[in-house]
């Protein structure tokens, strides 16, 4: 029998957890730490957890905060899980390293479908063919997922991961927005998804690009899409 995907919830409130643990204890392995600061030392001790569901309203560290805290030593994905839904809410949510955003209430299958859809891509670009490329000085190791600039490694989020070497396979060709989504995300493209894409590129360009305003890596064709040379 596969092994379970290991996940963790943060959540302040224990009837959310309860309830999470109860719709996903099924089909996975589930943790679960009180806020940001368990959450931190929880994945620092499991380096091997394959998804994080963080809530963002939490007493200490906010769900942003514990995100990019982990953004320093893991990139296991993130689904923010949160009572808010303005479009402001999920480009603080992308802006801090999360991966998705699920707003409350939401049903089990929704809550199943954006598992599910993070879970598949983390496991499908850990398990791709190794090969190299390099382009200006940064190097992409497929093989162990490791980006280097300037020799230098770069940590990047399992999303800004995916975009990166999507677009590295597809290099040469403009990429429309809506086609890195629906290739990434494994969802279809509706009108806030070019927003999404559009924050995690320019997340992308501030950990790869030397001139993040000028890029030469990531290019965008104007009303078309982005490309890589």
């Not at 929880?42 to 994080?52: A, E, F, M, S």
């Not at 994905?77 to 939401?106: E, H």
């Not at 940064?138 to 940590?155: C, H, I, N, Q, Y």
């Not at 494994?186 to 894409?197: A, D, I, Q, Y």
């Amino acid at each position: 029998m596969p092994k379970k995907s290991n996940i963790l919830i943060v959540d302040d409130d224990t009837d959310i957890r309860n309830v999470l643990r109860l719709l996903l204890q099924e089909r996975y392995e589930v943790s679960e730490a009180a806020d940001g600061a368990g959450a931190v030392e929880y994945l620092r001790g499991h380096p091997d957890t394959d998804l994080v569901i963080l809530d963002v309203m939490m007493p200490g560290m906010s769900g942003y905060e514990t995100c990019d805290a982990l953004r320093g030593f893991s990139n296991a994905p993130v689904l923010f899980l949160t009572a808010k839904s303005a479009q402001a809410d999920r480009i603080s949510a992308y802006s801090s390293g999360g991966d998705d955003f699920l707003s409350k209430p939401f049903s089990q299958e929704e809550l199943l479908a954006k598992v599910g859809s993070l879970l598949r891509r983390y496991k499908e670009y850990q398990g791709k063919p190794e090969a190299a490329l390099a382009i200006e000085d940064l190097e992409v190791d497929f093989g162990s997922r490791s980006v280097t600039s300037a020799g230098k490694p770069v940590l990047l989020t399992d999303t800004e991961y995916a975009i990166l070497e999507y677009m590295l396979r597809n290099r040469g060709k403009t990429v429309t927005a809506q086609e890195l989504y629906e290739a990434v995300w494994k969802e279809r493209f509706l009108p806030g998804s070019g927003n999404t894409v559009m924050v995690h590129v320019l997340n992308l360009r501030r950990k790869i690009e030397a001139n993040p305003s000028s890029p030469k890596i990531i290019r965008t064709v104007w009303g078309k899409g982005y490309q890589i040379d």
